[in-house]
Nanobody, 125 residues
Framework: DVQLVESGGGSVQAGGSLRVSCGAS????????MGWYRQSPGKEREGVAA????????VYVDSVKGRFTISQDNAKNTAYLQMNSLQPEDTAMYYC???????????????????WGQGTQVTVS
């Protein structure tokens, strides 16, 4: 099975930036898309961003558009989420996920994803 490990979370003041990374134990051609999700206490898990591996096309939830950027480095088996202009409402556990379903565009539906990391905490004060 693919193992996903997130890193780079931490605490930052409002208006600051963080970059979280997701390393995959293997980055086979079968991984079609990588996604980032977040969940805070008492709230449902929310899809934040996703990137389609083949052409790098991306999709974002409206609340992060213009502030967050998802990217990938296939040579390093890694996906990134650059988060700028962070706000307290961005505080959550952030998870990365890998999709195997052969869609031709990125998606934010958690049901599409097969493998999940353990998460990294992002706290904005």
């Amino acid at each position: 099975d693919v193992q996903l490990v997130e890193s780079g979370g931490g605490s930052v003041q409002a208006g600051g930036s963080l970059r979280v990374s997701c390393g995959a134990s293997e980055y086979t051609e079968s991984i079609n898309c990588m996604g980032w999700y977040r969940q805070s206490p008492g709230k449902e898990r929310e899809g934040v961003a996703a990137i389609y591996r083949r052409d790098g096309s991306t999709v974002y939830v409206d609340s992060v558009k213009g502030r967050f950027t998802i990217s990938q480095d296939n040579a390093k088996n890694t996906a990134y989420l650059q988060m700028n202009s962070l706000q307290p409402e961005d505080t959550a556990m952030y998870y990365c996920a890998a999709r195997y379903i052969a869609y031709v565009s990125p998606s934010l539906s958690s049901n599409d994803y097969t493998y999940w990391g353990q998460g990294t905490q992002v706290t904005v004060s």
